[in-house]
Structures are given as structure tokens and as C-alpha cells.
Nanobody
Framework: QMQLQESGPGLVKSSQTLSLSCTVS??????????WSWIRRPPGKGLEWMAG???????VYSPSVVSRTSISGDSSKNQITLQLRSVTPEDTAVYYC???????????WGQGTQVTVSS
């Protein structure tokens, strides 16, 4: 069964750049997949959508992170990445890679990767 697998450093220091990757494994990307997202859940809080990338290459960002976030994709590797610059402890969260169809952007979820930002 197809899986999304996030990977990241686990621990980063304040002011550094966080880089996360998401790779598809154990199968091919479903043909109806149109949109990729990064979503995070800070400790004790709800899910926060951060950034999205469409199959046509369009990107969209949450206003809360737009000034320091970049999302990109590499179709040859079935991989998307997220860069979050100038991190602070408030960026500590579990980060999820999500993909979906035109009808629902959130069909498939990775297990998430914990990121802790130290001050």
C-alpha cells in the first residue's frame, strides 16, 4: 500500500532553516492526486495548514508563514520538500505531508515527523 514518509532533522536551533522531505513509497502516486500540502500540529493545539503545491506547479501559503516558507516538488523522485526559515520554538510541532485530489486535498496522510526547535 502506498505510503507517505516524512523525514527531517528532529531538532533544530532557533533562527535556523528547517528542511523537511516527503517521499512516496510502496507504490505509485494515485492518478487523481492533484495537490500536496504540509500541515503541522503544535503541542496541545490543532492542525495548521502551512503550504500547498498543485500538480501544475502552483504554490499557495498560509499568511502566517508565507514570508519564510517554501514548498517544492521533484516528480522524478516522487518527493516534495518544505523549507521553513528563521524558526523559533513556536515552530515546534509534528509536521505532516498530505496529498489529495481535486475534490478533497487531504486524502492521504503521512505519519508525521516531530520537529523540536530549541531556543
Amino acid at each position: 500500500q502506498m505510503q507517505l514518509q516524512e523525514s527531517g532533522p528532529g531538532l533544530v536551533k532557533s533562527s535556523q532553516t528547517l528542511s523537511l522531505s516527503c517521499t512516496v513509497s510502496n507504490g505509485s502516486i494515485p492518478t487523481n492526486v492533484h495537490f500536496w500540502s504540509w500541515i503541522r500540529r503544535p503541542p496541545g493545539k490543532g492542525l495548521e495548514w502551512m503550504a500547498g503545491l498543485s500538480s501544475s506547479g502552483d504554490t499557495v501559503y498560509s499568511p502566517s508563514v508565507v514570508s519564510r516558507t517554501s514548498i517544492s516538488g521533484d516528480s522524478s523522485k516522487n518527493q516534495i520538500t518544505l523549507q521553513l526559515r528563521s524558526v523559533t520554538p513556536e515552530d515546534t510541532a509534528v509536521y505532516y505531508c498530505v496529498m489529495g485530489s481535486v475534490d478533497w486535498y487531504f486524502d492521504y496522510w503521512g505519519q508525521g515527523t516531530q520537529v523540536t526547535v530549541s531556543s
